[in-house]
């Protein structure tokens, strides 16, 4: 795995393209130091871009507010939240976020208050959509969300994609997912969506929990952008379940598209991160809550 200090050179290889320098601080993982930074299962990065502050996703509630702090980053200055998809992992910190920040722009999936249920073994089933919470902060603030059903930009060069289609069908949620308490009816997450930004080393994809899947979330982003290659690929990949052919598929995929940066997270899953550790090489980085990167 390369260590961090070498990112900058491999960066700065790469042709100026973009304007939009990006700072990228994961606030949120389930990899976390324990001393400095606190680890939970949920995911928050924070971009900060063309003047604009904007959290992707929230995290399950506990950790953002510490690892910010640890970070020395202001939760009361964020212009803009960004909900990859309503798990709870996700919007757990909305509540906060919104106290603190009462006028901020809220981007969305219409989808976002469809209850979700995990199948256990036995019922009753876990309920892991957005907490009541949750669900009460963002209808008190409905009048901010923009809601993204189709690609939406943020500012110039940083948009949202909406719905992911999903082309590669082998790509599945990565769960036991459903729409109802009984668990009869699979929910396929259709509204996940990621963030891509036009940085001047290429394009960054943040990816939430990629249930759309990886290769039909950066297939989707290649088409609206025209672009054939990324510069990065952050995020949460969802891979626990994946067989080899999806993981040869999808290191297939960052090959094809030339990433040279790719950073699993979150429900990434050990094994996929050890293959994409055999796989990858150097373009791999490790990722755990207080890492920045700059592009
Ligand atoms: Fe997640
Ligand atoms: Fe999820």
Redesign the pocket.
Known sequence: MRPLSKLEDLAAAVPREQKNPLTVSVLVDNNADGKKFVPEHGLSILLEVAGRRILFDTGGGESLGPNARRLRIDLNRLTDVVIS?S?Y??TGGIPAVLELNPAIRIFAHPELFNPRYSRGEFAPHRQIGLTELSTKALRRHVANIVWTATPTPITEGVWVTGSIPRLNEFEEPGGAFFLDEKCTRPDR?DGDQAIWVQTPKGIVVIL??A?AGVVNTLERIARLTKASRFHAVIGGM?LVRADAERMQFTTDAFNRFQVEIIAPCH?TGQAACDYFHRHLGDRLVEVQAGLKLSF
Do not use: A, K
């Open positions: 998809h798990h992992d996700h997450i939430g929990c249930h969802h429900c």
